[in-house]
């Protein structure tokens, strides 16, 4: 597998000429991740479509002979949206984090080293390589967060990521710790049948849930996505969102894989932690007013919906029906590839509309559709497919979960499914809802401030990235019957069963042919409406009000207002002011904001409460050197008196 | 019987450590427990063996003469001549010294050590040497003395080890001579900084340093 | 074998036909029947089909704020609305187009719809129409899960995920899924109301923009594109209609029979809502999501009641 050497090596290597170069070092760095890009596709294409069959062992394709990277069907899935994203990220950063900013020597060297430790962690099979990714992952990115420090919310939310991430890993090294005893080894194999039932596997599993779910933002440890997504450059934001939460999700899937028989309530839990973090995640989105912030929380919905893929498939798994398996994991899978590329691109356009506008404050945007036709363009296609609609990619990857609910319904456990479903209808709507907000308030309409006015489009540089993923996303939307063979293998790693294909199972052509009336449709509808004369350039008839300004618009607030009243038993939004009184009020300044659940209500008064209460013990820590010699004295006499007692 | 007699010198100099308040003497009388720690093992009539000789050669001549030495230097390049207002005072000091020799009696009485090793006075000697060490170390506000109190700990450690002198390779003692001699070098380095920086070897102003 | 083929062709062609020409006549039929009962006399059944004749000659005005999303919301109601009806049977013989699962693309088809028409409404930067955007996509939340959850319980009385097989099935057990099923059909037809933006859930006909939430969104469309616009929603009300039809179909109708029963149960379903509009008056905008919810649980009970 030189490819996939190949692929770490140059990732690894991408910044580093930049390093020494006095300019250049963006484009070199470019140039290298693109080639990286390349042969990982290449790698990645080679074990999903290779002809070895029986998914799990491709013999020659060891890198190194120890076992300590291997690249599978699995990791080849998410070795593809790596590639993707990292490639058209690298590109898109030439522009917008250009050679102007003081630190953009250093944010393109860790950028290739995130991508190093990312190719590293999908490719990883054994602990000692996985918590080495994991590790170089967490730290690359904490650089990359921290790119803009003088911001005071950048560096808190740079030392909340920090934290959060570490103590996931904590969970993990205990888990990891644990694993020889089910596995034999610390390198990744099949678990003894029946471990999974012990107490000790049940311990395992929760350690596992608590680091994965910790990495991949699941909701109540979501906390720290939101700030650390909107607080980095955008195009750091994208491989986060897209790729680097992702990894949680690989390492469920493989724990998934080494499981032969899950107890019941492993499914449940993975699916009930789905359940919240979907519909929760978007609701939260919802009544968000900063544009990279509301997508950070999307990014929660989503590792909601592909929890739910998972954990529908272990409940397939524990009740040994392939179909549902097969389908449930092919989703999830699918959806952590479909996101990637979605989420991606409206990070990308996001930052774009950002840097052109000058504000990320969805109250200040506006209008950008007609001065940013591209990049608005872009952004509709990731809304489009985020959204979930046919007949872009994240229908077909949603539509495979659904599949996998309803194969539920005739057997026991009928309810996780019948909830699950509920579920995905709702977040469906739900994240309509918000990206019509979204979508509305920043690109359609009357500019809501003079930086919108001026408001120019991007350059090449950083629309062609956007235009390569929402290719990728229309692709994968019109033919996902391509798929159906790399999924089927990946997923059959995780069933640890050959099944029927997917591609049968969920008619993948039937919704290319299905694109086909709708695409028609449109085109003759659009030129027939375009057929007769039209008349341009009235203002807005608003039921005859001749002078509309855009303060008159309505707001994205007043859009999600009705929603977040609603739901306000769960989120509990924060308003101030607006009441209005008499005949001729005077005006009333109104703002309404929505604290985090978990980081502004729990997460932080409680450690600040806790960081209180422990304050007393600091009298222990007085900084005089005999007081601690005194402590080692004590503990030598009581170690003493321990023996003799 | 020699060395019984060596033992109970070296736990009387402790008590002079204790109660010493001058820099001067105190350094003095560390080199002498180092002297007498280093005739020990000769005088248990160990000599046919070589590495022995040469380690009883090299800790005379470490704690007996460079260690002091760099210790005096120390003193001179920065001006101390007395411990004065030490943390605890010098009759409380010598108060716990007995304290902690009349427990080192106990514990090594009750201590599980294998029946061989149950040398007389070797252990309470040992345990009673550490912890005066110890009391050295956290009693003391100058730097200057603390460090003799970390040659007294020291010298603790190594009289526990003579109980395993001869099983114990060259390698290792010479390895905790080496470790010593290079502590006190860097502490005596150390504490000339301090001075620059603090205007003071008064550890207390160290505080200064914590978070 | 030619002959299956020919009955399929022609079942096929009626399919069509039926999609695409009878719609303008259920509004016509409402709106009588909303007349006859007042005591007036009310325009002609088919004025839509004279409304879309005059709108199609007639100029459109395109406001300076707008963009090519403000053609998408017309356009693309039409196009994936027609889509859906490729995919619903028409009583019960299948539809055109049948496949396991197709009843999650039927329905994301609407949701595609109510997407664009409410950025066309926002893209007018009006603040009546991004009122009632916000009012559509807020009721949709609720109208959503009541959707599938009928869904989920017939697919599970019938064993499959296909429109044609769950709406038409035969061999519907009626013994054992009576109540279930009509629960599911009371939900949809909550759901048919707010889809189609039926008293009570909002009044097609008021021109007071504050309670308004469908109209209100399309105030700036003009000739084609308006005439898309109406067309579209008669076209959501025949296609959600068949969803609700279907399973009333208590046995196969052969041919043409089939065809007659499913016209005259369509021609029944408008007046119906004829006289609901007639007899009820619209909520307080604060009270329809209850309604909505009340369609929720309807379908949910529908799904436990067929676990027991």
């Given at each position: 597998m030189i490819l996939f050497g190949a692929t770490l090596l140059l990732a690894f290597l991408s910044g580093l000429p930049g390093l020494f170069m006095k300019r250049g070092g963006g484009r070199s760095a470019a140039l290298l991740m693109g080639s990286s890009a390349a042969s990982g596709l290449l790698a990645a294409l080679q074990v999903l479509l290779g002809r070895a069959t029986g998914a799990v062992a491709l013999p020659n394709q060891r890198v190194l002979d120890w076992g300590f990277l291997h690249l599978d069907p699995l990791g080849a899935i998410?070795?593809?949206?790596?590639?993707?994203?990292?490639g058209s990220a690298s590109v898109y950063g030439l522009a917008y984090w250009d050679d102007h900013r003081e630190n953009s020597r250093t944010v393109r060297a860790a950028f290739g080293v995130l991508a190093g430790f990312l190719i590293l962690l999908t490719g990883a099979q054994h602990a000692f390589t996985f918590l080495l990714g994991w590790e170089g992952m967490a730290l690359a990115a904490f650089v990359l967060v921290m790119a803009e420090d003088r911001d005071p919310a950048t560096r808190r939310a740079g030392y909340v990521y920090l934290a959060a991430t570490h103590t996931g890993t904590l969970f993990l090294f205990s888990a990891f710790a644990l694993l020889p005893k089910a596995a034999g080894g610390l390198a990744f194999g099949p678990w003894t049948p029946g471990f999974a039932s012990s107490p000790l596997g049940s311990a395992l599993f929760l350690l596992f849930l608590a680091g994965f779910a910790f990495k991949a933002g699941a909701l109540p440890l979501h906390f720290w996505l939101p700030p650390a997504h909107s607080a980095a450059p955008s195009h750091v934001s994208a491989v986060m969102s897209g790729v680097l939460i992702k990894m949680g999700i690989l390492g469920l899937a493989r724990l998934v894989a080494w499981v032969p028989d899950p107890p019941i309530w492993w499914g449940g839990s993975v699916?009930?932690?789905?359940?919240?973090?979907?519909?929760?995640?978007?609701?939260?989105?919802?009544?968000?007013?900063?544009?990279?912030?509301?997508?950070?929380?999307?990014?929660?919905?989503?590792?909601?919906?592909?929890?739910?893929?998972?954990?529908?498939?272990?409940?397939?798994?524990?009740?040994?029906?392939?179909?549902?398996?097969?389908?449930?994991?092919?989703?999830?899978?699918l959806h952590v590839v479909n996101h990637a590329l979605f989420k991606g691109l409206l990070f990308l356009a996001a930052g774009s509309a950002a840097k052109a506008a000058g504000t990320?404050?969805?109250?200040?945007?506006?209008?950008?559709?007609?001065?940013?036709?591209?990049?608005?363009?872009?952004?509709l296609a990731g809304a489009w497919a985020i959204c979930g609609l046919p007949p872009l990619n994240g229908f077909v990857s949603e539509w495979m979960i659904y599949l996998a609910a309803f194969q539920g319904l005739g057997r026991p456990h009928a309810l996780w499914s019948v909830a699950a479903l509920g579920a995905l209808a709702l977040i469906g709507a739900l994240a309509l809802a918000c990206f019509a907000k979204a979508f509305g308030a920043a690109f359609l309409g009357e500019a809501r401030s003079p930086a919108a006015v001026e408001a120019r489009e991007s350059p090449p540089s950083m629309v062609g990235p956007m235009g390569v993923l929402a290719g990728a996303c229309a692709f994968i939307g019109f033919f996902p019957v391509l798929l159906g063979r790399p999924l089927d293998r990946a997923a059959t790693q995780l069933a640890g069963a050959q099944g029927p294909p997917l591609a049968a199972m969920a008619s993948l052509t039937m919704l290319s042919l299905m694109a086909l009336p709708l695409l028609a449709g449109a085109w003759m509808l659009v030129r027939w409406s375009r057929g007769r004369s039209f008349r341009e350039g009235v203002p807005t008839w608003d039921c005859g009000y001749t002078a509309p300004a855009a303060r008159m618009q309505y707001t994205a607030s007043s859009f999600a207002e009705g929603l977040m009243r609603g739901m306000r038993w769960v989120l509990w939004p924060v308003t101030a002011g607006g009441r209005v009184a008499g005949f001729v009020p005077r005006p009333r300044p109104f703002s309404s904001h929505l604290p985090d659940l978990v980081l502004d209500r729990a997460a932080e008064p409680g450690l600040g409460g806790a960081a209180r209460g422990l304050g007393a013990l600091r009298f222990l820590q007085a900084g005089h050197l005999p007081i601690y010699l005194l402590y080692v004295l004590l503990t030598l006499l009581g170690l003493f008196v321990w023996m003799v007692a | 019987m020699l060395h019984d007699l060596l033992i109970a010198l070296t736990m009387l100099t402790n008590f002079t450590l204790v109660a010493t308040h001058r820099v001067q003497k105190s350094i003095q009388v560390a080199a002498f427990q180092g002297v007498l720690l280093g005739f020990l093992p000769l005088s248990m009539g160990l000599w046919r063996h070589t590495h022995v000789l040469l380690l009883a050669a090299a800790t005379i001549l470490v704690k007996g003469w460079l260690i002091p030495f760099l210790l005096r230097r120390a003193m001179r390049q920065v001006q101390i001549h007395r411990e004065v207002n030490p943390y605890i005072s010098y009759t409380l000091s010598l108060m716990l010294c007995a304290l902690g020799t009349g427990i080192s009696l106990v514990l090594a009485h009750n201590l599980p050590l294998k029946p061989g090793d149950a040398h007389g006075l070797f252990v309470p000697a040992a345990l009673s040497t550490l912890f005066t060490g110890f009391l050295l170390l956290v009693s003391r506000r100058k730097a200057l003395t603390q460090v003799v109190g970390y040659l007294v700990l020291e010298n603790g450690i190594y009289l526990f080890g003579m109980l395993l002198v001869e099983q114990m390779p060259l390698l290792v003692e010479t390895g905790i001579l080496l470790d010593l001699f290079v502590g006190i070098f860097v502490m005596g380095i150390v504490i000339n900084h301090i001075r620059a920086a603090f205007d003071s070897t008064d550890t207390l102003r160290m505080a200064e340093l914590k978070d | 074998m030619l002959e299956t083929f020919l009955v399929r062709a022609v079942h096929v062609a009626l399919h069509l036909t039926t999609a695409l020409l009878l719609p303008p006549l259920l509004p016509g039929l409402i709106a009588k029947t909303k007349a006859m009962v007042a005591g007036r006399t009310g325009p002609p059944v088919l004025q839509l089909y004279y409304d879309l004749a005059r709108l199609s000659r007639k100029r459109a005005v395109f406001s300076r704020t707008t963009t090519w999303v403000f053609l998408a919301g017309p356009v693309g109601t039409v196009a994936a609305v027609a889509t859906a009806s490729l995919l619903v049977p028409f009583g019960s013989s299948p539809a055109p187009l049948h496949f396991q699962g197709d009843a999650v693309f039927f329905a994301y088809l609407f949701g595609l719809a109510r997407f664009l028409t409410v950025l066309s409404a926002l893209d007018t930067g009006s603040a009546f129409e991004g009122m009632g955007a916000a009012r559509e996509v807020s009721f949709a939340v609720l109208a959503e899960p009541a959707l599938?959850?009928?869904?989920?319980?017939?697919?599970?009385?019938?064993?499959?995920?296909?429109?044609?097989?769950?709406?038409?099935s035969p061999g519907f057990s009626f013994s054992r899924a009576m109540a279930p099923l009509i629960l599911v059909l009371a939900g949809w037809a909550i759901v048919y109301l707010a889809e189609n933006s039926r008293i009570p859930v909002d009044d097609p006909n008021t021109h007071l923009e504050l309670t308004m939430i469908h109209e209100v969104m399309v105030l700036d469309h003009s000739g084609r594109p308006l005439a898309l616009v109406l067309y579209g929603a008669s076209l959501k009300l025949l296609v959600l209609g068949a969803l609700l039809i279907g399973?009333?179909?208590?046995?196969?109708?052969?041919?043409?029979?089939?065809?007659?029963?499913?016209?005259?149960?369509?021609v029944l379903l408008a007046v119906g809502v004829g006289l609901v509009e007639s007899f009820t008056a619209r909520l307080r905008m604060n009270r329809v999501p209850q309604f909505l919810v009340a369609g929720i649980l309807a379908t949910a009970f529908a799904f436990l009641l067929l676990l027991v």
């Open positions: 998410f070795l593809i949206p790596v590639c993707i994203l990292f699916t009930a932690l789905g359940l919240a973090s979907g519909v929760l995640g978007v609701a939260f989105a919802l009544g968000q007013h900063d544009l990279k912030r509301l997508l950070a929380y999307h990014s929660i919905e989503n590792i909601g919906i592909i929890l739910l893929g998972l954990g529908l498939g272990l409940i397939g798994k524990h009740a040994g029906s392939l179909p549902i398996q097969l389908l449930g994991f092919g989703g999830a899978l990320r404050d969805l109250e200040a945007l506006g209008g950008l559709a007609r001065r940013m036709p591209r990049t608005s363009l872009a952004f | - | 599938f959850l009928g869904f989920a319980a017939l697919a599970k009385s019938t064993g499959s995920l296909s429109l044609s097989t769950m709406l038409a399973p009333l179909f208590t046995r196969a109708f052969g041919g043409l029979l089939n065809w007659a029963a499913f016209w005259g149960l369509l």
